[in-house]
Nanobody, 122 residues
Framework: QVQLAESGGGLVQAGGSLRLSCAAS????????MAWFRQAPGKDRGFVAA????????SHADSVKGRFTISRENAKNTVYLQMNSLKPEDTAVYYC???????????????WGQGTQVTVSS
């Protein structure tokens, strides 16, 4: 089993920045592809970004390209999501997920965190 715990969410004004962290414990973190998803009120959970085991492959949703960056530190069992130029439409609960292949679909991921709320005010 892998336990994932997100942190770093909060309230920020439009144009501001936040960095989300996801700490993994349990089974080795190194073998997993990691991803971030988000779910806004009344909407389905959607893909934000994913990163391969070695960080050699990264994928970002079109809606966040150029503003958000996913990264990971395997030595710290942690994956990050740097979010810049935040917009009100980025308001959502952000979830960290772990799986075995890079995918934009949430059903491909096995392990999930509890989520952290990000609210962007206009």
């Amino acid at each position: 089993q892998v336990q994932l715990a997100e942190s770093g969410g909060g309230l920020v004004q439009a144009g501001g920045s936040l960095r989300l962290s996801c700490a993994a414990s349990g089974r080795t973190f190194i073998g997993f592809v990691m991803a971030w998803f988000r779910q806004a009120p009344g909407k389905d959970r959607g893909f934000v970004a994913a990163i391969s085991v070695s960080s050699g492959i990264k994928s970002h949703a079109d809606s966040v390209k150029g503003r958000f960056t996913i990264s990971r530190e395997n030595a710290k069992n942690t994956v990050y999501l740097q979010m810049n130029s935040l917009k009100p439409e980025d308001t959502a609960v952000y979830y960290c997920a772990g799986g075995f292949s890079i995918s934009t679909t949430d059903s491909s991921y096995v392990y999930w965190g509890q989520g952290t709320q990000v609210t962007v005010s206009s």
